[in-house]
């Protein structure tokens, strides 16, 4: 897959000093459709426990949704990549849900997560909310419209860095 940008975000972590690194992309075919998306992307920190999450979620009309996730959970040494498998995108309400299946290769793969994040403004620490739901695939509706969205009941997690935008 060719690349139109990406975000490179690395956080030092752990005694050793060891680094988790994500890229976070963005595929070109996106670009050159010249299709319209309403979008959702950040890079925050959050409290309770100590996580970081990186994402870019895209809804279009015709392409349906795009976008990647980069997340983890320092205290209990959780890191994970993941493809976005659903997003509802909102500009005007300044809210955004995606979803993505926690992929093979740590103790809680296969669990799908479902974030809903909402742009209170610039920086994020000043009124950006970010909070999930998870459960076995199909579980929980997942959300496909702007007011499901809404009404998706999170518990919220502090943003104690970062910013995240919905456009």
Known sequence: ?????????????????????????????????GQSFASATGDVFLANPNQELVFNAFA????????????????????????????VVDPAEHLACFTY??????????????????????????GDTAGYVFGTPGSYGVPSSSRACADLGVTNYAITGGNLVVH
């Open 60 to 87: 279009g009309k015709t392409a349906g949704s795009l976008g990647s996730v980069t997340y983890a959970n320092f205290d209990a040494g959780l890191s994970y990549s993941a493809s976005v498998t659903s997003a």
């Open 101 to 126: 299946v926690i992929p093979p290769g740590n103790f809680v793969s296969g669990i799908e997560v479902t974030w809903k994040v909402v742009d209170g403004g610039t920086p994020g620490t000043n």
């Open 1 to 33: 897959m060719a690349l139109n940008s990406r975000l490179v975000r690395c956080v030092l972590g752990g005694l050793l000093g060891t680094a988790l690194c994500a890229v976070v992309a963005v595929p070109s075919a996106v670009a050159s459709r």
